[in-house]
């Protein structure tokens, strides 16, 4: 079963940001694209090995900033 992950808001940083989708503790990760502010909200495909699990996003600014949202499913 497909899930779709959307990133409504990036606050703080700056353009562009590299996205991933990681295991909860941000370690193991899967690059999904770079996007900018002019593409939120940005949808995608939740990658196979992490459907029925838990996940965090983590996101990499222009700056190398990173931030990470874990979720629970």
Known sequence: MEEV???E???AGSNPFQIY???VAGD???FIDTITNTQIPFQ???PIPFLNSN???KII???NC???KIFNT
């Open 9 to 11: 808001n990036i606050i």
């Open 61 to 63: 600014d222009n700056n």
């Open 44 to 46: 995608f495909d939740l």
């Open 66 to 68: 990173e931030i990470l």
């Open 28 to 30: 193991s990760c899967y």
């Open 21 to 23: 989708i990681c295991d």
């Open 5 to 7: 992950v959307t990133i």
């Open 55 to 57: 996940f965090s996003v």
